[in-house]
Structure formats: structure tokens, C-alpha cells
């Protein structure tokens, strides 16, 4: 029975010279944890642009937790009916293709790369005319709704 006493002993010794330094490490932990929200506003001082970001990263992960109201999914649906014609179009849309430059001498100092052809003007000014105007149509459809 000596050696379990001894044993409690020990432990509680061992307990007692570990108490000040559990006690300094809590009690800085409490100074670090009362300290954050100045930290946090003085941080927030200095850089608004960062908070600015983090705000709508906030409401953005909020909204998309928040799950969508009845009005919400019946114009989500409207302005999907009303922007299929021009994915459809977008998509049977040939891509462009590369054409290489006209034959010229070679130069010795660099071997000659295809350019790239670029769609002409006319026709991405028509596209994008053909968007605006289908967007257009689905803001009336979807504001139409509303009234």
C-alpha cells in the first residue's frame, strides 16, 4: 500500500509544479482571445478592400446556403426557356480554325508560327447584338411577370 501512496504522491507533486505554467498559458490564451476584435479592426483600418471582399464572400456563401424561394426558381426556369434558343445557336456555331501566314523566306533565327484567324468584326458585333437582344427579350418576359 506504500507504493500506491507514494505513487498519489508523486502525482500530485508533479500536478503542483505543472499548475503556474498551465495557469501562464490560459491566462495568455485569455489575453490573445480579448485582444482579436481590436486586431481584427485595426486590420480592417488598414486594408478596406480586403474586408470589402470578405463581406461578399460572407453573403455569398450564405446566399448559396439559403435555399431558393418559389419566385426565385419560377424566373430562374423563365430566363432558362428564354436563353436556350441562343445556347443552342452558340453551341451549332462553328469554331474557328488556325490558317497559317502566306509562304515567306524562312528566317534563320526563328521558325514561322501559325497565326491564328480572329472572327471578323461584323459577325462578332452581329452575335453580340444577337445576345443583347435575346437578354433583352428575357428581362421583359421575367419582368413581365412581376407587374
Known amino acids: 500500500m506504500g507504493t500506491a501512496s507514494e505513487a498519489v504522491s ?4 508533479a500536478a503542483g509544479e505543472q499548475l503556474p505554467g498551465v495557469r501562464e498559458k490560459m491566462s495568455a490564451a485569455q489575453d490573445k482571445v480579448s ?6 479592426r ?12 470578405i463581406a461578399v464572400g460572407v453573403g455569398w456563401l450564405a446566399g448559396s446556403l439559403l435555399p431558393a424561394s ?29 490558317r497559317t501566314q502566306p509562304s ?9 508560327r501559325p497565326t ?14 444577337d445576345v443583347q437582344d435575346q437578354a433583352q427579350a428575357a428581362r421583359g418576359t421575367v419582368t413581365g411577370s412581376h407587374q
Open 10 to 13: 508523486s502525482t500530485r507533486s
Open 35 to 40: 485582444a482579436a476584435p481590436g486586431q481584427l
Open 42 to 53: 485595426r486590420q480592417a483600418a488598414g486594408n478596406p478592400l480586403a474586408v470589402g471582399l
Open 70 to 98: 418559389p419566385a426565385e426558381e419560377r424566373a430562374a426556369a423563365k430566363v432558362k426557356e428564354a436563353a436556350a434558343p441562343a445556347v443552342t445557336s452558340a453551341a451549332k456555331m462553328p469554331r474557328p480554325t488556325s
Open 104 to 112: 515567306r523566306q524562312p528566317s534563320r533565327s526563328r521558325p514561322q
Open 116 to 129: 491564328p484567324q480572329r472572327p471578323s468584326r461584323t459577325m462578332t458585333a452581329s452575335s453580340a447584338h
